[in-house]
T-cell receptor, first 113, second 116 residues
Framework: GDSVTQMEGPVTLSEEAFLTINCTYTATGYPSLFWYVQYPGEGLQLLLKATKADDKGSNKGFEATYRKETTSFHLEKGSVQVSDSAVYFCALSGQTSYDKVIFGPGTSLSVIP | DGGITQSPKYLFRKEGQNVTLSCEQNLNHDAMYWYRQDPGQGLRLIYYSQIVNDFQKGDIAEGYSVSREKKESFPLTVTSAQKNPTAFYLC???????????????FGNGTRLTVT
């Protein structure tokens, strides 16, 4: 079945450091890919998405490119801030809207001043 | 503003009691979902519903029940049969049909249930 694998962390970075969180997936066909962010005590929020190969999703300085050849969707940010401290989830949605959304285990990020 | 409302934010129950968690959305979404999140872990799907009066079991449905009598409401009951009910419960919704597979999940802010 479909699955998502991501580095589990925790990841600790200094402010203004470069961030990469790796995400790879296994799926039949052409899934849509998402990154969600969860701040402490809250639900998940959509961070960015990409719906076809070579698409780049971006939001709030975060970027991720849909790489079908490597089945990857790595999240990057050039300069992290303390306010980026959160848990980040990679997810995929199957070929139809009736398919379930599959989440990775989440990566906890702490940014220290 | 459109969104998903989960209530209450914190819920405490004694072991052996059933408890119902509320989830209401005004996004006009057909599909609704319940997830369970345990500390340091990802999300596990409990139940989902693609349309009113229909729902399917997710990966961990045992000990839970749901109903979908109205499009905007999808309450979850945690029964006494659920062996480890203490967790953070998240409700979500999304569009279905057409370009729905590209539409993201919209989440509520969760209910933290503690059973002692």
């Amino acid at each position: 079945g479909d699955s998502v694998t991501q580095m589990e962390g925790p990841v600790t970075l200094s402010e203004e450091a470069f961030l990469t969180i790796n995400c790879t997936y296994t799926a039949t066909g052409y899934p849509s890919l998402f990154w969600y962010v969860q701040y402490p005590g809250e639900g998940l929020q959509l961070l960015l998405k990409a719906t076809k190969a070579d698409d780049k999703g971006s939001n709030k300085g975060f970027e991720a490119t849909y790489r079908k050849e490597t089945t990857s969707f790595h999240l990057e940010k050039g300069s992290v801030q303390v306010s980026d401290s959160a848990v980040y989830f990679c997810a995929l949605s199957g070929q139809t809207s009736y398919d379930k959304v599959i989440f990775g285990p989440g990566t906890s990020l702490s940014v220290i001043p | 503003d459109g969104g998903i409302t989960q209530s209450p934010k914190y819920l405490f129950r004694k072991e052996g009691q059933n408890v119902t968690l509320s989830c209401e959305q005004n996004l006009n979404h057909d599909a609704m979902y319940w997830y369970r999140q345990d500390p340091g872990q990802g999300l596990r799907l409990i139940y989902y519903s693609q349309i009113v009066n229909d729902f399917q079991k997710g990966d961990i449905a045992e000990g839970y029940s749901v109903s979908r009598e109205k499009k905007e409401s999808f309450p979850l009951t945690v029964t006494s049969a659920q062996k480890n009910p203490t967790a953070f419960y998240l409700c979500a919704s999304r569009e279905v049909g057409g370009g729905g597979r590209n539409s993201p999940l919209h989440f509520g802010n969760g209910t933290r249930l503690t059973v002692t």
